[in-house]
């Protein structure tokens, strides 16, 4: 248990985001490869009428945010769901449970971000070499990745911003096309595509569009991260809640406005059979014009930024769990010249490695749908433990005053919703309860290990884990 003196002896996060810069973070999050990579798929359960799933998905995630919103405002501290799990229910494994399932939605987001990086190299190149050639470069990218983020933090967030600025920039030149080719540009243009519902035969439209939602719901994952930045953010307690939810309602109307622009210029199956579905867009929006050259190098530069953020993320909450003494203590080695945390960077990164190889031989379908599915599956199920959490720590009175507090209607739509996308009859892939069973499984074998370890050193099995510690990484 950390001693509460040893806490209030050390510095304190510099408070430096204010409103603008943590609006442009909560965007920059959120905005990526879901819409990117997924719309094809999307537009593939439900036909035409894309923009539906992504529609509903920005809802649930807006009810969730108001849970997340009265909880960081309650404990403004760096740690997200695995500090509203301890405090609501103080169980170590729950705590650790939480914390490894949010760790594992950012290894499988980044190997999403992956593969789709390998199919639009191969596309923007016109070449074709094949699976193999996608698996080959998507792991070479993953390397990379952990290349950078073994260099430290400092390289990696400047690599943020500048890839954030280059992931907007897609998503605004897709818009684009789109107002030109509307408003008297030379394509073929059907709005009557967009309200057409085009399900697949063993599906109803309600079945259809859940399935779709509980994939399109992977787009709007990401705004969850900005809770961490809470003891840097100037007055929390105001500024949270305006520029949470209008970063996500920016990015619920790009994702809108780019799945109506994508159905109405391009046939749904043309978009369905794409690993590349925005490039098919442009190609049909402005033939002829250099966009849908450069499309799909910006894609690549684009997802970087949901893969880079993510096995940052991933890699110092595995640091920060064998700091924790709740993972083997070799995870929380720091490289003694890069002061990095080289063996979680690698055991996040092998990881990685494997999932790319697992959808590649096995999944029977996109292995972009899989592995987007599968974060979606992981992160919803830690919504619903949020949206539980919220209604839990009402009974805390410690924290009284000013705190945003959410109406209790939303937090219990909030949970019924996530749990239902979480369940197979919404019908999602059994695939994707496979990959997040054997991750799952992964952390609680590790979790075993490291308890028996800690009987043979003699430390406590009553220890808890401090949450707000465990991304205290260099």
């Excluded at 990526?32 to 798929?41: D, I, K």
């Excluded at 540009?185 to 595509?193: N, V």
């Excluded at 970087?304 to 940052?312: E, F, G, K, V, Y």
């Excluded at 959490?389 to 939303?410: C, M, Q, S």
Aim: charged share 10%; aromatic share 10%.
């Amino acid at each position: 248990m950390t001693n509460p003196e040893m806490v209030e002896e050390q510095p304190q996060l510099r408070r430096v985001m204010g409103p603008g810069l943590l609006l442009l973070f909560v965007v920059g999050d959120i905005l990526g490869t879901g819409v990117y990579a997924l719309t094809g798929q999307v537009a593939k359960e439900v036909g035409g009428a894309a923009w539906l799933p992504f529609l509903v998905a920005f809802l649930v995630a807006t009810v969730t945010a108001f849970s997340y919103l009265e909880l960081v405002t309650k404990y403004p501290q760096a740690a997200g769901a695995a500090l509203y799990a301890h405090k609501a229910f103080g169980i170590h494994f729950v705590t650790f449970l939480v914390a490894f399932i949010v760790m594992c939605s950012g290894i499988t987001s980044a190997s999403t971000a992956s593969r789709f990086f390998a199919a639009n190299f191969f596309t923007g190149l016109h070449l074709d070499w094949g699976k193999a050639g996608v698996v080959v470069l998507a792991l070479l990218f993953m390397a990379l990745i952990a290349a950078v983020n073994f260099r430290g933090v400092s390289e990696s967030v400047k690599l943020n911003v500048f890839l954030t600025f280059i992931e907007i920039t897609g998503l605004a030149l897709v818009i684009l096309v789109g107002l030109w080719a509307f408003t008297g540009g030379s394509a073929d243009i059907d709005f009557s595509r967009v309200v057409a519902f085009d399900t697949p035969s063993d599906k109803g439209v309600f079945l259809a569009v859940s399935t779709a939602t509980s994939l399109a719901f992977f787009a709007m994952v990401g705004f969850e991260d900005s809770v961490n930045m809470a003891e840097e953010t100037k007055d929390p307690v105001r500024i949270f809640p305006k520029m949470l939810l209008t970063g996500l309602g920016i990015a619920g109307l790009v994702y809108v406005v780019v799945s109506i622009v994508a159905v109405a210029l391009v046939p749904v199956g043309v978009l369905a059979g794409s690993e590349t579905p925005l490039v098919e867009v442009v190609k049909a929006g402005a033939p002829g014009l250099p966009i849908e050259t450069i499309l799909p190098f910006i894609s690549m530069f684009a997802v970087s930024n949901t893969a880079l953020i993510n096995m940052l993320m991933a890699s110092r909450l595995i640091y920060g769990m064998a700091r924790q003494r709740v993972l083997p203590p070799v995870l929380g080695s720091v490289h003694p010249r890069r002061l990095t945390p080289w063996v979680a960077i690698l055991f996040t990164t092998l990881i990685a490695f494997g999932l790319i190889f697992y959808v590649s031989a096995f999944a029977n379908s996109s292995a972009i749908a899989v592995l987007g599915g599968t974060t979606s599956l992981l992160l919803l199920a830690v919504f619903a433990v949020v949206n539980i959490a919220v209604l839990v720590l009402r009974r805390d009175l410690r924290e009284k005053g000013t705190h945003f507090k959410t109406p209790t209607v939303l937090p219990v739509i909030g949970f019924i919703a996530s749990t239902y996308l979480v369940l197979p009859f919404s019908g999602r892939p059994a695939q994707q309860y496979i990959l997040a069973g054997i991750l799952i499984a992964i952390g609680i074998v590790l979790f075993g290990i490291t308890t028996i370890i800690n009987r043979r050193l003699g430390i406590s099995s009553k220890a808890q884990i401090d949450p707000t510690h465990l991304t205290d990484a260099p």
